[in-house]
């Protein structure tokens, strides 16, 4: 495959750019002309727009129409075969119409192929990347390889940062949690959390000390090796600790996931909600974050049901305590 560009451009929005008018003007037509891909984004206002149909129609005109991308944001396609529901055709005519011989709309239908972002459809980012692999002409899961690899490289910088992270998450957490106890839990408190701040900082320097350099697979010791070494210590070492223990195999889980590593991310997170539901029971802020994350990484999975019953659950818990 050849190079794919930073970015497109440029990039003519039809809404923005062009001032009120009864007919498609030159502007529009030159724009057209010069475009070589056409976005339809489609809903039940889209399919009974004129100019949107206009538009469809005049770039097809052009000898384009295999250049046209549609993205259902709203309603159902088809649902104009049925006269109860036609109102919630997202598909406009032009689309779904060929052109005849006469090049005016004809009664032969075309499939156009969408990408769905509609809520329990496909993800924010596949549906970005669906429409990007038809406008590159490489295969989805191409694209899709690429970005993965994108990430990857970015392992080093991705894995300090989530680090700091965890490290912040947790005086944070700590934070909250000493301030809705009252006067006399205090003391105790603070007495937990200097032993979570030394065990983690311990956690935290053993993560980059190796005992022994043949361990390593190569010369040096790589930041993937850093991160299985700390999710084996993470199981065998805090077992007296479960709310720390919880916390990082969830934020060790979710360091897996920014890298790519979902297979090694899920039971991270598996386990960390187990002991979360087993600390707090099922109404508490740390269960909803375990289930948003599980749920975040099913989704990258393709795991679409159990990620949306995560998602929900979580969604669900966090209204019940914040409102």
Excluded at 19 to 32: F, H, K, N, R, V
Excluded at 253 to 274: H, N
């Amino acid at each position: 495959m050849g190079r794919v560009p930073e970015r497109f451009a440029p990039v003519f929005r039809d809404r923005e750019e062009l001032a009120t008018s009864t007919s498609l003007g030159e502007m529009l037509t030159e724009a057209l002309r010069t475009s070589a891909c056409q976005i339809v984004i489609c809903s039940p206002r889209a399919a009974k727009s004129r100019w949107t149909n206009e538009e469809i129609i005049a770039f097809k005109r052009l000898g384009k129409a295999n250049r046209i991308f549609a993205l259902i944001v709203d309603g159902e396609p088809g649902a104009s075969e049925n006269p109860e529901t036609a109102d919630l055709e997202c598909f406009p005519p032009a689309l779904i119409r060929e052109l005849g011989e006469d090049n005016e709309l004809s009664d032969v239908r075309s499939e156009p192929i969408a990408a769905d972002a509609r809520p329990g459809k496909d993800p924010k980012q596949a549906a970005k990347l669906k429409l990007l692999a038809g406008m590159l002409g490489v295969g989805f899961d191409d694209l899709a390889q690429r970005e993965a690899h994108r990430r990857q490289r970015r392992m080093m910088a991705l894995t300090t940062a989530a680090l700091v992270g965890m490290t912040i998450t947790s005086g944070l957490a700590v934070t909250a949690y000493l301030a809705r106890l009252e006067a006399e839990e205090q003391r105790r408190i603070a007495e937990i959390e200097a032993e979570t701040a030394r065990q983690t900082t311990e956690f935290m320097v053993g993560l980059f000390e190796v005992s022994d350099p043949s361990e390593a697979l190569g010369n040096t010791i790589t930041a993937r090796e850093i991160l299985d070494k700390g999710a084996e210590r993470i199981g065998s070492e805090l077992g007296d600790q479960p709310e720390i223990q919880a916390t990082l195999m969830d934020t060790m889980g979710t360091v897996y996931t920014s890298l790519g590593l979902y297979d090694a991310a899920v039971p991270l997170i598996e386990r960390a909600l187990d002991r979360r539901h087993s600390l707090f029971g099922n109404e508490h802020i740390d269960v909803a974050q375990s289930l948003n994350h599980l749920g975040e990484i099913q989704a990258l999975k393709a795991d679409y049901d159990a990620a949306d019953k995560n998602l929900r659950e979580a969604l669900a818990v966090r209204r019940d305590l914040l409102g």
